[in-house]
């Protein structure tokens, strides 16, 4: 079974940083995009940062381009999402989510909230 | 990014049949036949329901169907139960040099 477990949310103040963490197990890691989408609260959905497999490829929405870093650790089946430079509209539910580019999400992770206020 | 566009809400009685539409450009859901929909109850993840256009995962049942025309994706929910009052989303591929992305939701109220 695909699993995907986010760590890392919390309570930052303005300016501050964060990194989330995403767990997987129950599929070859390294042969799959993984990206991360968040949800501001009673909003919809955003997609953020889509890592490939090998991790060559990254893209970022403009809305964090320059202030948030996705990364992976094919070694450790672990996917990162560095938050800096946090505003108060960041605030949301981070999801990981296996899939992106052409593969659809799926399946995604419970979400982390990331909450930015001073 | 992708700039889809969705009916705020859709209602329906139970037993009925509801569309929800996702419009976008000839540089994503017209371009490509990478469209997928996904239904989120309140306080839970995501879950994906159609990818590929039309294509049904596993355990998800025959009751969700979708189509494309032009630019345009659509989702039918037929014979509406009260579970499947939900928020959809669809998304989909935008191209090499675009990160893609999400309507902006549908709240599908059973009446």
């Known amino acids: 079974e695909v699993q995907l477990l986010e760590s890392g949310g919390g309570l930052v103040q303005p300016g501050g940083s964060l990194r989330l963490s995403c767990a997987a197990s129950?599929?070859?890691?390294?042969?799959?995009?993984l990206s991360w989408v968040r949800q501001a609260p009673g909003k919809g959905l955003e997609l953020v940062s889509t890592i490939s497999g090998s991790g060559g490829s990254i893209y970022h929405a403009d809305s964090v381009k320059g202030r948030f870093t996705i990364s992976r650790d094919n070694s450790k089946n672990a996917l990162y999402l560095q938050l800096n430079s946090l505003r108060a509209e960041d605030t949301a539910v981070y999801y990981c989510a296996k899939g992106g580019r052409q593969q659809p999400f799926d399946p995604w992770g419970q979400g982390t909230l990331v909450s930015v206020s001073s | 990014q992708s700039a889809l566009t969705q009916p705020p809400s859709a209602s329906g009685s139970p037993g009925q049949s509801v569309t929800i539409s996702c419009t976008g450009t000839s540089s994503d859901v017209g371009g490509y036949n990478y469209v997928s929909w996904y239904q989120q109850h309140p306080g839970k993840a995501p879950k994906l329901i159609i990818y590929g256009v039309s294509q049904r995962p596993s355990g998800v049942p025959d009751r969700f169907s979708a189509s494309k025309s032009g630019n345009t994706a659509s989702l039918t929910v037929s014979g509406l139960q009260a579970d499947d009052e939900a928020d959809y989303y669809c998304?989909?591929?935008?191209?090499?040099?675009?990160?893609?992305?999400f309507g902006g939701g549908t709240k599908l109220t059973v009446l």
């Open positions: 129950g599929f070859t890691f390294s042969s799959y995009a």
């Open positions: 998304s989909s591929y935008a191209g090499s040099n675009n990160l893609g992305g």
